[in-house]
């Protein structure tokens, strides 16, 4: 083995590391088979990193912090039933989610057929049966079944969302959109029949930006 495969071994070592730290700081239990699995996610993202530009992100220490638990951080906060990621990129935050809660139907809807190529090989690597890929824009999404929740990160403002993704959003269902720092101007603008149920301040271990998660849902 030489030197720099060393280096990259260890490098990947200290990540699984900062997977198993974090997720306990964030009070989740977490089994060997489903670390190995979220582990093998970012692996998978790094070997088409080095050819298709999914994520800035190349660290693997760094990718475990703001892909892994920077999506795993909402999860207290989402409600149970049927989830939409919504311009689902790389698959964040929707492949932790549906890897954490294997009862969860997941549908990740990318109109990017590169984006689309790559989660159809995490889907089948992972052997993930409770997720749906759906490679259109979400003008053109025609589910079955509405969503419980429909989460979107770095993907609109929060009035985009709702006007994109409303209509996908069963009667009781909200919208949680992953933010930084608090969007003011965009909870200002918040029109009927949307209405700002919460917005929650996140930490997320080994990040030090700020984080927000903004729930949305009709108003009453």
Do not use: C
């Not at 990259?8 to 997977?19: C, H, T």
């Not at 997720?23 to 190995?36: H, K, M």
């Amino acid at each position: 083995m030489s030197s720099a495969e060393r280096a990259m071994g260890e490098e990947w070592r200290q990540a699984g590391v900062r997977l198993r730290s974090g997720v306990q700081a964030l009070g989740i239990d977490l089994d060997a088979e489903t670390e190995a699995r979220l582990m093998a996610y970012l692996e998978t993202l790094a070997r088409w990193n080095r050819v298709f530009n999914l994520t800035a992100v190349r660290d693997p220490e760094e990718m475990v912090a703001r892909h892994i638990l920077d999506s795993l951080a909402i999860l207290p906060h989402l409600p149970t039933g049927p989830l939409l990621d919504v311009g689902s990129g790389a698959g964040l935050p929707g492949i932790p989610i549906a890897l954490l809660q294997p009862t969860r139907a997941v549908t990740l809807l990318d109109r990017s057929h590169k984006r689309i190529d790559f989660l159809t090989e995490v889907v089948a690597r992972l052997a993930l049966t409770n997720v749906t890929l759906a490679g259109r824009r979400v003008e053109d999404h025609e589910p079955p079944v509405l969503y419980a929740v429909i989460t979107a990160r770095a993907y609109a403002s929060l009035g985009d969302i709702a006007l994109a993704a409303g209509r996908l959003l069963a009667q009781d269902g909200v919208i949680a959109a992953m933010k930084g720092a608090l969007p003011t101007e965009e909870l200002a603008a918040i029109a009927h029949p949307y209405a700002v149920r919460a917005v929650h301040a996140l930490q997320v271990p080994g990040l030090s930006a700020k984080r927000h998660l903004v729930v949305l849902a009709r108003a009453p």
